[in-house]
């Protein structure tokens, strides 16, 4: 009896065991395949952001609210006062530029929505209220939304910014890559034909991966001979060129190149793994620690039978 | 016979001489009035005169195309004896509109052509400027040295008559 189920205990250690190996080996093969190698769509549009040339002029602020129909800012575009804080994106701007004091004169970033390869805010969000069109944008889709914010504590850039103002219907708000009025259509966003230094090219965004080395190497010493996005989180639609090391001007150099989701993927893989082999395992322990009380406690009813039977012969 | 041949020859060199002359003439304005962007603000006056006399080098803000050899390293590998254009304003080769699909399209498509990387019209002109006049330590660099907001470019920075009430401000977002 007790030898059957031992044998029936290996059996299910044997089983589990090759399953969890399998599991594993597949999770792992899945991981490799999955994130690290997916470089957007070929037909992905980006943005190559210079801060060489941006000389703080705003008018890509003016021109996101004007397109994106953004309510009214605090101060006009044109007061540089807005420079002694460092602001982020929220509800009323998509994008905003701050400026940074790196050595030789003021070097000033435009911060937006960078639209991820394989962006954090998407693979967090268990609603599917966002979307990576095939024109390299992150969309967003207020009707599903259920308001967890998760997206905002996802994005490594924090951007995605929370409606406060109407926290009882939830909206997050940020940039879209001026999706739906431009992009789609085959423009550049208002931004970026707004610009007077030409600060922002835009294109595709595999050119300009090419483009960037190139003018790097083109313009020796001018730049730092990296372009931040190329890799970092999996790669970003919207890139940067630098006059000065990324850090000195507020970028989170520590990101790695690996998207966000690989965070989480590890554990999330052993999700299904451990809701069909751990019920298998543990009932195959219960089975084998039950077997011997339950022969035990049938004994035990006998007995109890027995004496039932036999208690009312006295 | 031969001397008919030198007059002709004689008379079409002159025409061509003549015809020549004034064109070169026609295309060294002394002031360019910009108004590309006359929706936002008011035209901007370029003394081009000035420049010449200050400069003395088209190469300066003409690259290559007039013929003289470049002045940047980069350039020299392939204009080295300079390349003469047929017209050398900067329209000519800065696109107005830098990013339309052909342009974008177009990119990396030609092996053959060494200028991908270039700036649009508008960004020309104002890299060419505020880049030299920040080198130079001379001449304007602030938007409002060159440009007086329109009406229209009031209601587009939300400035001057169109600024926010600054009783409602912090009223949206945080910061």
């Known amino acids: 009896m007790s030898g059957i189920s031992r044998r029936k205990f290996l059996c299910a250690t044997v089983v589990g065991g090759a399953m969890t190996t399998l599991g594993s080996v597949c999770g ?8 690290g190698s ?7 549009m980006g943005v190559l952001v210079d801060l060489t040339r941006c000389i703080g002029c705003r008018t890509c602020e003016a021109a996101c609210n004007k397109e994106q129909k953004l309510p009214e800012p605090d101060q006009p575009f044109n007061d540089q006062s807005v420079f002694n804080t460092k602001r982020r994106t929220d509800e ?11 050595g030789q004169g003021p070097v000033y970033r435009k911060i937006q929505c960078n639209h991820c390869n394989e962006p954090g805010c998407l693979t967090s969000c268990f609603v599917n ?3 990576k069109t095939k024109e390299g944008a992150v969309v967003y889709n207020s009707k599903v939304c259920v308001g967890c914010r998760t997206c905002m504590v996802a994005c490594p850039f924090n951007i995605p910014a929370f409606k406060y103002s109407s926290a009882t219907d939830p909206v997050i708000k940020k940039c879209i890559f001026c999706h739906e009025t431009r992009l789609k259509n085959g423009l550049p966003p208002a931004c970026v034909e707004a610009c007077p230094q030409a600060v922002l090219t835009f294109g595709y965004r595999k050119d300009l991966v090419k483009l960037g080395h190139e003018r790097i190497r083109n313009n020796a010493g001018r730049y730092v001979d990296q372009i931040y996005g190329e890799t970092e989180v999996g790669g970003t639609g919207w890139m940067y060129l630098s006059g000065v090391p990324f850090e000195q001007v507020g970028f989170d150099t520590t990101l790695g190149n690996e998207p966000i989701i690989s965070n989480v993927k590890d554990f999330l893989s052993t999700v299904p793994m451990v809701l069909a082999i751990w019920p298998a395992l543990f009932s195959g322990i219960h089975l084998l620690a039950t077997k011997g009380k339950d022969h035990g406690s049938g004994h035990g009813e006998d007995d109890h039978v027995k004496n039932e039977k036999e208690e009312p012969r006295p | ?9 004689g008379i079409l060199l002159t025409l061509l001489a003549a015809f020549i002359q004034p064109v070169q003439a026609e295309t060294l304005p002394d002031k360019i009035t910009i108004e590309s962007l006359k929706d936002l603000y008011g035209p901007v006056t370029f003394g081009h005169a000035q420049h010449i006399a200050r400069e003395r080098d088209c190469a300066v803000c003409h690259h290559h195309t007039n013929g003289a050899p470049a ?4 350039c020299l590998r392939c204009h080295r004896g300079g390349h003469e254009v047929k017209s050398m304003g900067c329209k000519s080769c800065h696109e107005k509109q830098p990013f339309s699909a052909e342009q974008v399209n177009g990119k990396f498509k030609n092996n053959l052509q060494f200028h991908q990387d270039k700036p649009g019209l508008k960004a020309s002109y104002h890299l060419s400027c505020i880049g030299c006049h920040k080198q130079k330590g001379a001449g304007p660099v602030a938007c409002v040295d060159c440009h007086v907001l329109t009406s229209s470019g009031e209601a587009f920075y939300r400035a001057g008559k169109n600024a926010p009430d600054p009783n409602k401000a912090g009223k949206t977002g945080h910061h």
């Open chain 1, 38 to 44: 997916f470089e957007g769509y070929p037909e992905g």
């Open chain 1, 129 to 131: 209220a966002y979307t």
């Open chain 1, 92 to 102: 009323s701007h998509y994008t905003v530029v701050n400026k940074y004091d790196a």
């Open chain 2, 71 to 74: 002045s940047q390293e980069k």
């Open chain 1, 28 to 35: 792992k093969g899945g991981k490799a395949w999955a994130s």
């Open chain 2, 1 to 9: 016979m031969h001397t008919v041949t030198i007059t002709i020859c």
